[in-house]
């Protein structure tokens, strides 16, 4: 947080509405919109698996009952978000699969 900025507000100042809607440079299509949030998110659930079996393979981990608790616990969440992730690509399939038939 700018402290200068917060500074700088002098007592009984006007208040304006600021427009905080996301500018795009260029429109782009739905398409792109998905196939870089399904890549992205992709991306995120491998590095997130590849940090979690390197902990589970560390010798200290595998040494540590509360640190093994802590590994499946976040091996669990990450199969969680993996299955979400999957139920709602699913969803958009049959979305556009119904919107493509009428």
Not at 24 to 32: G, K, M, N, P, T
């Amino acid at each position: 947080m700018n402290t200068q900025a917060i500074a700088g507000v002098q007592r009984g100042a006007e208040i304006r509405a600021a427009d905080l809607t996301p500018q795009e440079s260029a429109s782009s299509s739905i398409d792109d919109r998905l196939r870089d949030a399904f890549a992205s998110t992709s991306v995120e659930a491998q590095n997130e698996y590849a940090d979690i079996m390197a902990k589970a393979s560390d010798a200290a981990y595998r040494s540590s009952p509360g640190a093994l608790v802590l590994v499946q616990a976040r091996m669990a969440e990450r199969t969680l978000k993996v299955q979400h992730i999957c139920g709602l690509v699913h969803q958009g399939v049959v979305t556009v699969q119904t919107l493509l038939k009428t």
